[in-house]
């Protein structure tokens, strides 16, 4: 399991370590599943990530900030941030399909790019992606400006 360098874990070992080695560790390339009768006892989806980052999507280097809303009974809308560019000047914010089967859930299609940073107040990223869908439109909400501000996007899905 990779853990991204902004995660901050119970026992905080991760922020004890100098600047140079957190700098150093990796970022997550893809997202995994897990699921839960009550919130409290989680089991790991072993049949590998559900989401991982492609340059052939776009996608460059990492995948991080996740945002789901269901679409239907088996359906969800995965919304996600990742590096449109590979010197890592540019984050935009992706979508995909993804379909719940029981306990599964499998990835049915990427849709790419669905917001990109176009505001001045965006400088260069968007990120943070919390989607909600409702009356048949799709309202996200995300992070862009380094984090200094949030944006409404809203789409007829």
Same mark, same amino acid.
């Given at each position: 399991?990779?853990?991204?360098?902004? #995660?901050?874990?119970?026992?905080?070992? $991760? !922020? !004890?370590?100098? !600047? #140079?080695?957190?700098?150093?560790? /990796?970022?997550?390339?893809?997202?995994?599943?897990?699921?839960?009768?009550?919130?409290?006892?989680?089991?790991?989806? #072993?049949?590998?990530?559900?989401?991982?980052?492609?340059? $052939?999507?776009?996608?460059?280097?990492?995948? &991080?900030?996740?945002?789901?809303?269901?679409?239907?009974?088996?359906?969800?809308?995965?919304?996600?941030?990742?590096?449109?560019?590979?010197?890592?000047?540019?984050? *935009?914010?992706?979508?995909?399909?993804?379909?719940?089967?029981?306990?599964?859930?499998?990835?049915?299609?990427?849709?790419?790019?669905?917001? $990109? /940073?176009?505001?001045?107040?965006?400088? &260069? *990223?968007? &990120?943070? /992606?919390?989607?909600?869908?409702?009356? !048949?439109?799709?309202?996200?909400?995300?992070?862009?400006?380094?984090?200094?501000?949030?944006?409404?996007?809203?789409?007829?899905?």
């Amino acid at each position: 399991m990779t853990m991204s360098r902004e #995660e901050a874990d119970c026992n905080n070992e $991760t !922020k !004890k370590l100098p !600047k #140079e080695q957190r700098a150093g560790r /990796p970022h997550p390339t893809s997202i995994g599943h897990a699921y839960s009768p009550d919130g409290l006892d989680w089991t790991i989806d #072993e049949t590998g990530a559900i989401l991982t980052a492609e340059e $052939t999507s776009g996608e460059h280097q990492r995948i &991080r900030h996740i945002g789901c809303t269901r679409i239907d009974n088996t359906h969800i809308l995965a919304t996600y941030s990742c590096f449109a560019n590979t010197d890592a000047t540019c984050e *935009n914010i992706f979508a995909a399909t993804l379909q719940i089967n029981g306990q599964a859930v499998r990835l049915v299609h990427k849709h790419g790019t669905i917001l $990109t /940073p176009q505001g001045e107040w965006e400088k &260069r *990223n968007v &990120r943070d /992606p919390f989607p909600i869908f409702q009356d !048949k439109k799709l309202y996200l909400y995300y992070a862009g400006g380094g984090e200094k501000g949030i944006g409404l996007a809203i789409s007829a899905y």
